[in-house]
């Protein structure tokens, strides 16, 4: 019985292959191959998000300085990571120390860099190398003597370095490490997230599953009279259904087939990928499903194939006559189709309710809500065809021809009804999140220099004025200072002119100190040893204190007002000194920013205030958007590769109305109404859902009020009913050529 | 109605209606092995449908068709399938060929479904075209050949299992008269060699002139004709 089970279904995927003469069924099995690949290349990609992002936590840990206790054989380094940005890009380092010949290991190095020595990741060396990036050289002045391998970076093309340096020890954030590699801590996607993943994976996987539903559907009349061909020469029903099945199996392992090779090119494209999120890219080798999920990914699309074919032959009885459908033609039941949208609907409503987007009720109403329009949908074209009275010929051609079977034309426009709801949806979020961004004008740049000493701090503040167009630019230098006993307070050192315009301190001279008799906190007492906590608590013993000289009490108004004021003169004694030297750039464009990172260097940062961004929201937003137009245009195509089989199985009917004087021209506005009245069904119900799903998201996940974005609601549902037109347009010379009198000959 | 020699396929009282129409009324007939019975009459007249009741692709609402003393009525679809690859060929009028395969494996197709192996069904198949004269055309697909080509190719699918009847359905309905001649004489000649019965609808009577036997369907009865050969 196996063999001949086997048989049967080798003789069904022979059928499918069909081959030249039968483009049909090359059509067909094309079409079920390249939906189930795409859906399999989808699934494939989105159960390796986890492991992706898990990855490059572990490549980020492996390199992670810990501050763990002394390991034998090995000398520690002093290490100081420093994240600093060129034009927008961040750039990540470590400044380093060895203080022996045998340091830790870190992943991808094969040598620590010694001092005025520099290894540098590959994207970041081209970069120093290229035109472009002139402008970073001055801050990589060492030599480089390496580079950093796959091992040691999150990204191929992240920048990053390590530089030696002599003075890292005194560097604030310096940390001694024995062992490079800490915890690695893997983030969850955020509720928001997680939602963006689910809106955009079911916009883009359920017009996928419509399509594999509908190829296996495709030229079901030629499909119908091969098996009932078949049944004659003797096919029982149960061959029949194998060999069917055959057909589907043929075309669900090629689309597995070309799903893996998809899958295969996006981990070869994907370091490719630059996003603000992931500019440092990604690793094709870290793009592994999760094959738990993974496995069922691969065999979801082709059975649900299988099943497609199987399920498309249970109305009907194939005989060796033709075909007979079983029972009565009934209209389409509502109760069921609805039956998704309105439990979504509950699920979201109370789910909202208890706890927001990682709610799993929530993820479920939001996949249920977009996996009800393509059932709801054909209920909804077949009820408006059959309102549809007559009118115009051609008009009259299309209503009637929809009253007839509406189903096709539904399935078809089914794919772009959910691209359409869930873009809606995405769009709104993602537009609600960026418009509470800051606008690029009221963006601040802070920069901060750490000064070891008064004089140092004046270098760097000479240096910071002499760049143009910042001459006049304010900056301000100061510290925390700490007892023994931990008290803490804010110390300002400025020249007394500038304590003069500062505090109004009138008769101000250098070397005195100053403290606020408005503020309430703790000022040290002349004669007090303090340190400066920009200092390292582990190097205080080595450095002197300041002995804190003789406070005059002023008062000093305003909420940032420092507690200490500190003229130059009273340092003078001091050594040890951490002062923190800032200043607010004016918006001078990007190359300014980069030239104070430059005289900046190392000893400090260059941070834009207000451009936090949800990088991850951003990413899977923009990898979204860019699913939804490949799945609209795939939508566009098989719309067209569809529209195509229509004609050919109809080309008889055609061409017999041609012969009785219908011109082609009422024929191809016939041919645009019998798509358009779908569309349009589809955009009024789209819409809708599309909005619905935006304002419970925004509503009750993201926390803020919708506001619907009609200029972006209409570019969206423009964009779907001119590839349904242009659909349309393209296969008017098929019209044309079906049209012919030819196709009357049955000889 | 004659009765003598080894009758295969016995139909008697057969009644058959598509709703309110009745498509035969009381038809009975009697095809021994090796004969060439011709159904004769109007369109309309319910030829068609007694074909199909013989060759059990149809079930009568009254009456009985026995093959070779089985009742067809009484066999299940797996059953009467098996007769449609082993004791049946068939022949109608576009063919029926399957366009995704070729000629060779359209002849080919009753064998693979009745189990036997490609090998084995590709070297008879191809044996069978040539036979007929048709070898040239064995890898071309149905719509690379002509009609003519194309009835040729289903006479020989109809004959390639060894069938105790062929079942033609206005075999040359779709042809022009010389390609109709060829192919009735083909069918003839091939089953008449093979021992096998043909029944064959048509309503043109130099079709009929093929046949040992013409039989008159009219108003759903039916009635021989005596005719001599």
Redesign the interface.
Known sequence: MI??WA??LA?GM?????????RT?LVRLTLTAVGVGLGVAVLLTATSVPHLLAARDDRASARFPAAAAAVDGVDPVFVARRNDEFRGRGLQGYLVQPTGPRPPAVPGVDRLPGPGEAVLSPALADLLRSPEGELLRPRFSERVVGTVGDTGLTGPNEFLFYVGSTTVAQQPDAVSVSRFGGESSHRPLSALELLLVVVGATTCLVPVFVFVVTSTRLAAA?RDR?L????????????VHRIAAGEALLGSFAGLLAGLALFQLIRVLVPAITVDAFRGGLFGTDVVPDWRLGVPALLALPVLACAAAMVALRPIVI???GVERRGTRTRRKLAWRLFPAVTGGVLLLTGLGGGGADNPSVVVGVVLVLAAVPLVLPWVVERVAGLLGGGSPAWLLAVRRLQLDSATAARLVSGVAVVLAGSIALQGVYARTESERPAPRDIRVLASYYATSVADGEAFTAAFHALPGLGAVPVRTGAMIETATGERTSVVVESCPRLRDLAGIANCRDGDVYAATTRSSFVPEPGDHVWFSEVRRAHRAGFPQWTVPAVHRVPVHGEDAPELLVTPGALATASGVGLTVSATLPDAGPDLVERVRNVVGWNGSVDSLGTGRDGTSALITRVLQVGSVLVLLFVAGSLLVAAWEQLRERRRSLAALAANGVGRGVLARSLVWQLAIPVAVAVVVAVPAGLALDWLVLEFVVHRPMTADVPVIALLTATAIAAVLFVTALTLPALWRTTNLENLR?? | MSTEGNVLLEADGVRKAYGPTDALTSASLRVRAGEVVALMGPSGAGKSTLLHCLAGIVRPDDGTIRYRGADLALLTDRARSALRRTDFGFVFQFGRLVPELTCLENVALPLRLNGERGRVAARRSREMLAELGLADVAGKRPGEVSGGQGQRVAVARALVTGPRVVFADEPTGALDSLNGEQVMQLLTTAARERDAAVVLVTHEPRVAAYSDREVVVRDGRTRELEVTR
């Open positions: 063999r001949r048989a049967d003789l022979r059928l499918a292959l069909g081959g030249g003469g039968a069924a030629a091969r009932a061909a078949l049944r004659l020469v003797g096919a029982d029903r149960g061959q005989e060796p006559l049955e000889e």
